[in-house]
């Protein structure tokens, strides 16, 4: 993605996990791990939306840290229908960002992976940032979040997703009374809007 990027292997639950970590040109603010869709429909750290996650991220002056779930590229393992994922996502973070502010990003079936890896953090760590893009709220059980993240979070989704409804997401975040960013006309993939979907994100490190 740029001069600093660096891939390498992490040891994993289910065995090595394939990593990208891109720094920030000056100190960095912490790191940002970002989970990518659905490993069994294409999903992979280089998701064109997880790419932008991750730009966004490095231009906000944090490191963005990207791997591959169980089963996918290096990845050792095979998918686990989230629950192994959570565990993936859970070593990159004891690995990467053992201490230090921490923010987590999730796309699709990433946001719910996301979602269930920040109950298990918190509150004994911390998460700095929360963004939710795509959040697969009518497919799997995403977590509902502590009323204390709600304030760090940005949730995203397009208008007109034809792959998560956009009803299912603020059936989702209507009880915690959640805000949900939409993007009108935005499809599940964003295409053509990926640099309105960076802004926001970026908008949102930077407030």
């Known amino acids: 993605m740029n001069s600093k990027t660096e891939r390498f292997q992490l040891q994993g639950p289910a065995g090595a ?24 429909f294409g999903g992979t ?17 944090w490191t963005a840290v990207r791997f591959n779930f169980r089963g996918v590229g290096a990845t050792a393992g095979v998918h686990d229908e989230g629950r192994g994922e959570a565990a993936d996502l859970l070593s990159v973070i004891a690995s990467t960002a053992p201490d230090g502010p921490l923010a987590l990003a999730g796309f699709s079936f990433g946001s719910f992976v996301a979602s269930r890896a920040l109950l298990t953090l918190w509150p004994a760590r911390a998460v700095e940032k929360l963004v939710l893009v795509g959040t697969a709220a009518s497919r799997f059980d995403v977590a509902t979040l502590p009323p204390e993240v709600h304030d760090r979070t940005l949730v995203v989704h397009g208008e007109q997703d034809d792959t998560v409804p956009l009803q299912s997401v603020l059936d989702w975040a209507r009880p915690q009374s959640l805000p949900v960013t939409v993007v009108p006309g935005g499809a599940h993939f964003f295409h053509g809007q990926l640099p309105l979907l960076k802004n926001l994100v970026v908008r949102h490190l930077r407030s």
């Open 45 to 61: 750290m280089d998701n064109k939306v997880v790419q932008t996650l991750a730009r966004a991220f490095v231009q906000s002056g």
């Open 17 to 40: 996990v394939e990593v990208l970590r891109d720094s920030p040109e000056d100190a960095s603010r912490g790191v940002a791990v970002i989970a990518h869709p659905h490993p069994l």
